[in-house]
């Protein structure tokens, strides 16, 4: 059974920095494609950046430039770099592992962004 835990949410000011991580376990870590997703109330789910097994990176297009999505494989650990953040930013952000054709999900984390 796969499982994710992410931490790193809080309440930042808009323009500040936050860094997400979601430790996995469970499965071959370095075999599995890794992203973050968030949810803001009323919207629905949203893809905010993928990494694949070999490091290729795709990002939303209102999150490029200000956030980084990267991968520890020895640690089994993915992360989320927040720049810039922005009160739009303000979101439940999920980690979603794609372990062949199976998706798991940690709980998420509640970053808000004040303006």
């Known amino acids: 059974q796969v499982q994710l835990v992410e931490s790193g949410g809080g309440l930042v000011q808009a323009g500040g920095s936050l860094r997400l991580s979601c430790a996995a376990s469970?499965?071959?870590?370095?075999?599995?494609?890794m992203g973050w997703y968030r949810q803001a109330p009323g919207n629905q789910r949203e893809s905010v950046a993928v990494?694949?097994?070999?490091?290729?990176?795709l990002y939303a297009d209102s999150v490029k430039g200000r956030f980084t999505i990267s991968r520890d494989n020895a640690l089994n650990t993915v992360y989320l770099q927040m720049n810039s953040l922005k009160p739009e930013d303000t979101a439940v952000y999920y980690c979603?592992?794609?372990?062949?054709?199976?998706?798991?999900w940690g709980r998420g984390t509640q970053v808000t962004v004040s303006s």
């Open positions: 979603k592992a794609l372990v062949g054709q199976s998706s798991y």
């Open positions: 469970g499965s071959t870590f370095s075999r599995n494609v």
């Open positions: 990494i694949g097994r070999d490091g290729t990176t």
